[in-house]
């Protein structure tokens, strides 16, 4: 493995006319590509009723609409770039092609400085939500001098743009109106097709929402979405791609085979949501005055991802939506996608765990208190406040480009808190506290390897903390982890209070401490990650839909 900072571009030999003559690229794109372990990714309509197969490749072809929407989003240029390498007959053109896709653009997203790997520069912490040159001083002062403005150009569903010496919002429909058209005509083609009327009337709705950029009503009829064998997002949701103010959502989709089954065994632990954020560690004033909803925890098997779910870190769960105002009606739904959760396990954790964790500790970590640990982190989402306690001010908005990796760490926290919560209830058995324990931190040393990554940051946060209180310790020589799995759970309640405290305050300048002081790649993390550089950073899916 290698260190893609370290290397150099190199100019690469084209033929003269070529459309990457002259174009710097870097020589090692082979071994960067390699980082990703291959995973097939296999799904059969043959086995489906017609009208399902048509319903499943419409909603295929949907989700190949995202990935044009969010490359450019992500970068002003990578669509550009993309198109000349096509043209270009270049030795290392395929290699460049597969890089690309897993970037999502022409910047490599394991490089602590994002840095090119074709071309020249280092990405734009806006990426292409808005003018490349805007930096974060130059837009402060803007929304000081214009304060109303400032709510606009925080939008989630808009891009930033100059008109003159003024900056101005401009809604994703009317950016990207020729994508999200034929987004929305395939969403409506597939409800033609969909003999299930829940799915019909979601993807209907949603398709309306793309055309106004306003998706309450499409969300609220996704968290109810019951009784279908197949489930589906699409639309803009995350916003870790927004290094500016943290606030701009990316288009992403995932097709979904619903596991009945295994979303039934899960049913216990819907009924105890409501009470978790009355665990939480929290004192009462900043607690949040609505407590987290009894909503649905759904199983699947990811059929196909489009957009943002396809670059660089492969989910294995999520809890959507993000708009506060659905969480306040109707909560969220927490899906754990098992075939990427089994992979994550098999290719990252397991050999990252047996090469950084005491043999003892090794050995517990397991798929099942991962995916319960995964279960957990989900539920914890929904936990704390959206809303500056006291304000009308989004949590993100006020911790701006740091809000991410706060909020992830703050799943990590509250989700090994709510375990706690789990055992003495005994819902989980207490012979798998240790097991637990371990699964986190493992967990978190095949994260910490991110770099910038929000998740990366969050676990870097967790593994400093428990090495400067004493539940881990380092051996340098060895290059492993002792854990003293009796004290993991105390730091992480001592950490989830903290970071429920900067989200319910709007505390911008803890956040900021936390990301670049806990979150730091300090000495005992870099000698990890160099330990494990044998070891994939994550899997790269291959879809074959049969």
């Given amino acids: 493995m290698i260190d893609a900072g370290a290397v150099l571009l190199a ?19 082979a071994a960067r590509n390699e980082r990703y372990a291959t995973v097939e990714i296999r799904f059969d309509t043959k086995t489906l009723p017609p009208a399902d197969a048509r319903l499943v490749k419409t909603l295929v072809a949907a989700c190949d609409v995202t990935d044009e929407i969010f490359w450019r989003q992500n970068t002003a240029d990578g669509v550009d770039w993309r198109d000349r390498v096509l043209r270009s007959s270049a030795s290392e053109r395929a290699d460049l092609l597969l890089a ?61 743009r100059r008109e003159g010496d003024r900056l101005v919002a401009v809604p994703y429909h009317a950016a990207y109106p020729e ?3 034929r987004l929305a005509r395939l969403l409506e083609a597939a409800a033609g097709t969909s003999g299930y009327p829940a799915l019909r009337e979601y993807l209907r709705q949603r398709a309306a929402d793309l055309r106004a950029d306003d998706y309450y009503e ?61 665990y939480m560690p929290t004192p009462p004033e900043l607690k949040p005055a609505v407590a987290g909803r009894s909503t649905p925890i759904e199983v699947v098997d990811t059929i196909y991802r489009g957009g943002d779910a396809v670059p660089g870190y492969q989910f294995v769960a999520f809890n959507l939506p993000n708009d506060p105002r659905v969480h306040a009606e109707k909560g969220s739904k927490k899906v754990l996608h098992k075939n990427f959760l089994e992979k994550r396990v098999d290719v990252t954790i397991l050999p990252v765990a047996q090469r950084l964790l005491d043999p003892v500790v090794a050995g517990l970590v397991s798929h099942q208190a991962y995916f319960d640990d995964t279960l957990f982190h989900e539920i914890a989402h929904g936990l704390g406040t959206r809303i500056v306690l006291g304000t009308d001010r989004a949590v993100n908005a006020a911790l701006g480009e740091n809000y ?22 005994g819902v989980l058995p207490e012979s798998e506290r240790d097991a637990h324990y371990a699964s986190f931190v493992g967990g978190c040393l095949r994260s910490v390897r991110f770099h910038d990554e929000a998740h990366a940051i969050a676990a870097r946060m967790h593994v400093n903390r ?23 759970a105390p730091v992480m309640r001592a950490q989830a209070l903290d970071l429920l405290t900067i989200q319910a305050k709007g505390d911008a300048a803890r956040a900021k401490e936390f990301v670049e002081g806990l979150g730091a790649m300090t000495p005992p993390i870099r000698a990890a990650v160099e330990a494990v550089k044998h070891v994939p950073i994550d899997f790269r899916p291959v879809y074959v839909i049969e």
Wanted: hydrophobic fraction near 40%.
């Fill in 11 to 29: 100019s690469v030999f084209c033929l003269e006319g070529d459309p990457l003559e002259g174009a710097a690229i870097a020589p090692d794109l």
């Fill in 100 to 160: 690309l896709r897993l970037n999502a653009g022409r910047f490599d997203l394991l490089d602590e400085k994002r840095a090119a790997f074709l071309g020249p520069g280092e990405k734009p912490p806006g990426g292409g939500y808005y003018p490349p040159d805007l930096t974060k001083e130059e837009i402060q002062a803007y929304f000081a001098k214009y304060p109303s403005e400032r709510a606009a150009l925080e939008g989630p569903n808009s891009v930033v």
């Fill in 179 to 181: 994508h999200l058209e």
């Fill in 218 to 278: 499409s969300d609220k009829r996704w968290v109810d979405l019951r009784g279908v064998p197949f489930d589906m997002v699409v639309g803009p949701y995350e916003t870790y791609g927004d290094g500016l103010l943290g606030v701009k959502a990316a288009f992403e989709a995932v097709l979904m085979r619903i596991d009945e089954k295994e979303s039934r065994s899960l049913a216990v632990y819907e009924s105890h949501i409501a009470a978790l954020d009355a």
């Fill in 404 to 425: 991410s990796a706060i909020e992830e760490a703050k799943a990590d926290a509250c989700g090994l808190v709510s375990a706690e919560y789990f055992f003495e209830k």
């Fill in 466 to 488: 428990l090495l400067k209180e004493g539940a881990l310790t380092f051996d340098e020589g060895a290059r492993r982890f002792g854990v003293d799995l009796a004290r993991v």
